[in-house]
């Protein structure tokens, strides 16, 4: 900002603009009609030019009704007088009859005049109403489009210097990022709804004056229609995004077939942001966890963006509380006997139903744009920032399926994928693990579906373990994400395998679920046959991070390779580690 002044000062503008507004004077017999004048024989009455020379001693009046009469020959006098009394208006000291006969004419013959006059003499109209309304709506709206108009003729002018056409929109390549003036943020042309709702301002207000309605609602009806304007040229760049927008969805997302319309969760209504600085995102997870592994999976969420992580303690401890006492983003629920006693249901006996009330409790309650429902051992890797991903997703689209990915043991950056991930028919189970391959489906020994992301505030929905519901059925309107994948610490050690062994065949994800030999039977038939022995030869197979399995995996293309960096996340987001935090 330079500190200069454009004009030298205010002082100055008022002087050059009161200049111009010098009262218009009038000869001998010279004067504008009577505030009665009868308005018929002019509608019929044609204009006619003044023969007489000009003379420099002529009043004011006499040039200005010359030059009219050139502009309006051989149309009616009507459009001449009008023309005249604006004329007289924009200036000091007019005669009395002069806004009051403006007034009545647009009272009484507003659709001659609209039929007659272009669109540059309805804006001269309107703008008369600014300074001469005799209702506040009147002198309110016409000051609008008087700025309104004036700005579009200012900025469209000094674009005629841009070797661009009025028509033609701009390029996104030839943006530059640059703060307007006053330290204004640029206009979210993609996104920001400042031109509909100046637009809409504006004829919702007139129509609350029967007088300047119609001219109002023909000059805004005229802008829309005109492609020489911002606004055009604002849709035009809406429409290549949105194509762009379309490229990239097809990108990023399977579109599921809908084939039953009772299990579509409508979106009509939401409002749905495409902006991916305004889109706010969120997890829930119910937790029994150590504090270490809480604190990585929040901070890793927070570190990729999302807004909020609302964390259910299965397991109360008011230590996990209080590390993240100072963290707003971070919302705690120690799910203890007085929670309970709050709801409306007892709690439930098995976790995964605890899971459901707590991920649709915090569902109801979001005011986040969409919200994930993940375990504490699972980590969002979306293909680009899930904030822009979430702006691409198509806004008929409920619910976003994210295919897993598992995460080896012993590592914190190599993951697997399903057969059919990679493109694979099962054939690859047996390449890559040659022993238990043909009974684990996906080569997984956890969940093969996903986790899903869903857009908040849809009615009568619920947030189950890996779906989105819909009076008990999950939705069909959703997509699953390309390139992307929920990576699953499902197993980290040999240690935690055999812990945890024993409650997810009774009560977990390795639960007798059908009449198929499956992981649950692989297990069994091991403990029996083999012993601890057979137990770790399925861990070392299908769950450690070796260098033998890794080979595999990569030449079915089922290897997938992404750091997390915990330690780094949980550092920068909380400053520590939870292990240094003091006693």
Not at 73 to 83: F, K, M, N, S, Y
Not at 534 to 553: I, K, M, S
Request: proline letters at 5%; a neutral charge; one cysteine or more.
């Amino acid at each position: 900002m330079s500190g200069s002044s454009t004009y030298g000062g205010f002082r100055r503008v008022i002087t050059q603009m009161e200049g111009r507004r010098a009262p218009m004077t009038f000869g001998p017999g010279e004067a504008l009609p009577p505030e009665d004048l009868d308005f018929a024989p002019l509608k019929t009455r044609l204009v006619r030019p003044v023969e007489e020379p000009f003379r420099s001693s002529d009043s004011t009046f006499a040039y200005k009704l010359r030059e009219l009469s050139a502009q309006f020959e051989g149309e009616p006098e009507l459009l001449a007088l009008h023309g005249l009394l604006i004329a007289s208006l924009r200036r000091r000291d007019q005669p009395a009859q002069t806004a009051p006969l403006f007034l009545r004419m647009w009272r009484e013959e507003p659709e001659f005049l609209l039929e007659h006059l272009d669109a540059r003499w309805l804006i001269s109209a309107v703008t008369t109403f600014a300074d001469h309304g005799e209702t506040e709506v009147q002198r309110r709206l016409g000051q609008a489009l008087t700025v309104l108009f004036s700005t579009i003729k200012l900025y469209e002018t000094e674009r005629l210097h841009s070797g661009i056409e009025p028509w033609e929109a701009f390029t996104e390549i030839r943006k530059r990022p640059r703060r307007l003036a006053l330290k204004m943020d640029a206009y979210a042309i993609h996104s920001g709804g400042l031109d509909v709702n100046m637009l809409g301002r504006l004829w919702q207000d007139a129509s609350e004056d029967a007088v300047i309605w119609p001219l109002a609602q023909r000059l805004l009806l005229l802008l829309d229609g005109d492609d020489r304007n911002v606004f055009r040229r604002f849709k035009l760049m809406r429409e290549a995004r949105q194509t762009k927008t379309a490229r990239e969805s097809k990108k990023l997302f399977e579109i599921k077939r809908v084939s039953d319309r009772s299990r579509v969760a409508s979106t009509a209504g939401q409002r749905i942001e495409h902006d991916p600085h305004k889109i706010r995102w969120g997890v829930v997870s119910t937790v029994k966890a150590p504090l270490a592994r809480i604190a990585r999976f929040a901070a890793y969420h927070l570190k990729e963006g999302a807004a909020q992580i609302d964390l259910y303690l299965d397991q109360p401890d008011p230590v996990v509380g209080q590390f993240f006492g100072d963290e707003p983003r971070v919302r705690v629920t120690q799910c203890d006997e007085a929670y309970w006693q709050a709801q409306d249901k007892p709690r439930p006996e098995t976790h995964q139903l605890r899971q459901l009330r707590n991920a649709t409790l915090a569902y109801r309650a979001s005011e986040l744009d969409f919200l994930a429902h993940i375990d504490v051992d699972e980590y969002l890797m979306p293909p680009q920032p899930m904030n822009w991903v979430l702006a691409h997703l198509p806004d008929k689209i409920a619910a976003l399926q994210i295919r897993p990915a598992e995460m080896l043991a012993g590592s914190e950056r190599h993951f697997k994928l399903t057969d059919r991930d990679a493109g694979h028919e099962k054939y690859a189970l047996a390449a890559v693990y040659p022993t238990f391959g043909g009974h684990l489906k996906g080569g997984f020994l956890s969940h093969v579906t996903g986790k899903v992301i869903v857009r908040t505030g849809l009615e009568d929905v619920r947030l189950s373990v890996h779906h989105l519901t819909l009076n008990g059925a999950n939705v069909q309107n959703r997509a699953v994400l390309l390139g992307g994948y929920v990576g699953h610490a499902h197993v980290r050690s040999w240690a935690e395998f055999r812990e945890k062994l024993d409650f997810r065949l009774t009560e977990g994800s390795y639960r007798k679920k059908d009449d198929r030999f499956g992981l649950y039977d692989v297990v069994e038939f091991l403990r029996e046959s083999e012993g601890e022995t057979g137990l770790h030869q399925l861990y070392e197979e299908v769950c450690a991070d070796t260098p033998e399995l890794r080979e595999r995996l990569g030449q079915y293309g089922m290897l997938l390779t992404r750091d997390l960096e915990l330690d780094d996340c949980c550092r920068r987001v909380f400053g520590r580690l939870p292990e240094e935090q003091p006693a």
